[in-house]
């Protein structure tokens, strides 16, 4: 008995023997072997793995995208997944999220390999690179700026009889979400009214909601998806009709932005670009999801006879967000601007107040010699150049090493590496204040200019998007 016990597993041990070495499949590259001398097939062997896995790491690097090494390529990059936050700021969930994207790479012990350091680099950027500044964008703020100069030849920035501005809400379920310890609706609603309040006598305004009926579910989506009401007609501010306005909706379901955008082309229609300043401002924290096409939409609304000023505010939006809503901005051949939280959203909203005050002045006469703009003070002015770009640069620093350091207390990436990534941020902080100090010269060279040539020559520069 006790020989075929012995002869068995003889037997099983030649059978596991022989699998072993016919075994095609690579070795965990992650185990050591404990010997300090190995056969030369076992050597041959991780040499290939070696390689396997370069082949691997290249692979990774290519679907990651390239760093910026010039400043159109900077204001023209895609933005990151968690830009405008920082990172303490997150949700323990987000943060989680964070961690785990960067523990998709592989696990670093010791030392680095350069594209090991590339690799994660451009990780760390795709989920923290920041919105910067493009002078392209700002320049339509800075035709909101010098509303009413004979300079600027856009019949949209020209004084008319008649003023309209038209608030389009989101009020889909995330504006639930909570702000320095108030709901987004509330933010928007607070904000909304102190503008409405600061309006002339003689303006109009107006308040459209979507989104604001059903849930989030999938069983009230058409319902959810149908809710698009005008709230506020068309008409002077009058403080009790708009917050009883206001607090018919709260947060609910999708978001219907398309047809919110159609509807407002509706309201609109019977005030005609000739005769009125329609301003409209288009507040969300999010995508369509209501399977419309809020692009062609704002196309349309471009096209339309009511010649509208369109600013569309990305409220708190994560980098899908805002690049769908960037879209819709430059399809409306509007405005696009960021607001984290209630004093950057009140901001906004004031750039339109401004536009209401010249116009009251225009309206009594007050308002001498519109063309005495300087658009060199304006250039300068505009915060775009130095607390935005400031506060990008110093977001984008602190977020992408914050996150490395846990991955290197963790142990997933070596210490060596992550003091070359913390020396890459530094490195990148300081080039991106110089290009900051390249825009200012630039501005600064054309500033005398007239705005037609500012305008081409800083399309022609920094808009990878001028057809």
Wanted: include cysteine; glycine fraction near 4%; aromatic fraction near 8%.
């Amino acid at each position: 008995m006790f020989k075929r016990l012995r002869l068995l597993l003889i037997s099983i041990l030649a059978l596991f023997f022989f699998a072993a070495c016919n075994n095609d499949q690579p070795v965990d590259d992650s185990s050591k072997p404990e010997e300090e001398e190995v056969t030369e097939s076992v050597s041959n062997q991780e040499e290939q793995n070696k390689e396997s896995e370069g082949k691997e790491i290249a692979d990774l690097i290519e679907e990651l995208p390239e760093p910026a090494d010039s400043i159109e390529d900077l204001v023209n990059a895609e933005v990151g997944s968690f830009t405008g936050k920082d990172y303490d700021d997150l949700t323990k969930e987000e943060q989680e999220t964070v961690i785990a994207e960067l523990k998709t790479l592989p696990k670093v012990e010791e030392g680095y390999t350069e594209e090991e350091l590339e690799l994660y680099w451009r990780k760390s950027l795709s989920l923290f690179h920041e919105d910067y500044p493009n002078p392209a964008e700002a320049l339509d703020q800075m035709s909101m700026e010098a509303f009413g100069s004979p300079e600027i030849e856009d019949e949209r920035y020209q004084f008319k009889d008649q003023l309209n501005v038209e608030i389009l809400l989101d009020a889909s379920g995330s504006m639930a979400n909570v702000i320095d310890g108030k709901s987004m609706m509330d933010i928007a609603k607070e904000s909304i009214a102190e503008f409405a309040k600061n309006l002339p006598e003689e303006a109009n305004i107006a308040l459209r909601v979507y989104g604001h009926e059903g849930s989030g579910s999938d069983a009230d989506k058409s319902l959810s998806c149908k809710s698009n009401e005008l709230v506020y007609d068309m008409g002077s501010y009058n403080e009790g009709k708009l917050s009883d306005a206001m607090d018919k909706f709260n947060p609910a379901g999708w978001t219907p932005l398309a047809k919110a955008i159609e509807e407002a082309e509706k309201d609109l229609s019977k005030l005609g670009g000739e005769n009125n300043t329609n301003i409209i401002y288009l507040v969300s924290d999010g995508v369509e999801t209501c399977d419309g096409d809020p692009v062609q939409a704002a196309k349309n609304l471009a096209g339309s006879g009511i010649q509208p000023i369109v600013n569309v505010i990305g409220f708190d939006v994560n980098a899908d967000g805002q690049k769908q809503l960037k879209e819709v901005a430059k399809a409306a051949e509007g405005i696009y601007s960021n607001a984290r939280n209630q004093s950057e959203l009140n901001t906004e909203l004031d750039r339109a107040k401004e536009i209401a005050e010249k116009w009251e002045a225009w309206k009594t006469d007050s308002l001498k010699q519109a063309s005495d703009v300087k658009f060199q003070q304006l250039l300068s002015d505009i915060p775009l150049f130095n607390i935005d770009w400031s506060n990008a640069n110093n977001f984008e620093k602190f977020n992408m090493r914050k996150p490395l350091r846990v991955l290197r207390d963790d142990g997933h990436i070596s210490r060596e590496l992550y003091q070359a990534l913390s020396d890459r941020t530094s490195e990148r902080f300081s080039w991106v204040m110089d290009m900051q100090d390249v825009v200012r010269k630039d501005l600064r060279e054309i500033a005398n200019e007239s705005y037609e040539e500012i305008e081409t020559q800083i399309n022609e520069k920094y808009n990878n998007n001028v057809e």
